[in-house]
T-cell receptor, first 116, second 112 residues
Framework: GAVVSQHPSWVICKSGTSVKIECRSL??????MFWYRQFPKQSLMLMAT?????????EQGVEKDKFLINHASLTLSTLTVTSAHPEDSSFYIC????????????FGPGTRLTVL | QKEVEQNSGPLSVPEGAIASLNCTYS??????FFWYRQYSGKSPELIMS????GDKEDGRFTAQLNKASQYVSLLIRDSQPSDSATYLC????????????FGGGTRLMVKP
């Protein structure tokens, strides 16, 4: 299998607070993990690519100081939304790619963030 | 011009029919192609990957790749209402680090 988990599945927070989302590959090692955001009725938007042990690569327009990504091990990456605002409310989805030549990405179940 | 293009739909087919989903991509060096299914409010799940020209079958699903025409398609035979979802085409355009470029998705509706 290739199972990816995310925690929490949903979170509601007040404006100005920070929220951490965890992404874990449960049965394989993931050298690369990806963080996406998806607004209602829109397509996936890649936010950043994270490689174990190195700094994340952010897509254009994504603030790295606001969306902190840590990829501390081959099975865990975290995304912290700092000083969240209502416009950050979205569906955040991670994916993980196995170590090795294959480039298949397996998605986590997503985290729905609502900022009040 | 978008790098991976899909018709947004909705594509409506009757139950039991064949649904044909199409995707074109712009980068000729692309090597890896994927179809994901995404139900409303859920994350994408992998249906199939295809790397070589021709057809690849898995159960009711057949992926077809034509690199010369820069075209990849997904056929769903014996469509079921449970197949109603958005189907995302994804392409590895030769980027480092396994990054995929996604199309906007095609919404499929299978009517009983």
């Amino acid at each position: 299998g290739a199972v990816v988990s995310q925690h929490p599945s949903w979170v509601i927070c007040k404006s100005g607070t920070s929220v951490k989302i965890e992404c874990r590959s449960l049965d394989f090692q993931a050298t690369t993990m990806f963080w996406y955001r998806q607004f209602p009725k829109q397509s996936l938007m890649l936010m950043a690519t994270s490689n174990e042990g190195s700094k994340a690569t952010y897509e254009q327009g994504v603030e790295k100081d606001k969306f902190l990504i840590n990829h501390a091990s081959l099975t865990l990456s975290t995304l912290t939304v700092t000083s969240a605002h209502p416009e950050d409310s979205s569906f955040y989805i991670c994916s993980a790619a196995r170590a090795g030549p294959t480039d298949t990405q397996y998605f986590g179940p997503g985290t729905r963030l609502t900022v009040l | 011009q978008k790098e991976v293009e899909q018709n947004s739909g909705p594509l409506s087919v009757p139950e039991g029919a064949i649904a044909s989903l199409n995707c074109t991509y712009s980068d000729r060096v692309s090597q890896s192609f994927f179809w994901y299914r995404q139900y409303s409010g859920k994350s994408p799940e992998l249906i199939m990957s295809i790397y070589s020209n021709g057809d690849k079958e898995d159960g009711r699903f057949t992926a077809q790749l034509n690199k010369a025409s820069q075209y990849v398609s997904l056929l769903i035979r014996d469509s079921q209402p449970s197949d109603s979802a958005t189907y995302l085409c994804a392409v590895n355009m030769g980027n480092a680090g396994n990054m995929l470029t996604f199309g906007g998705g095609t919404r499929l509706m299978v009517k009983p």
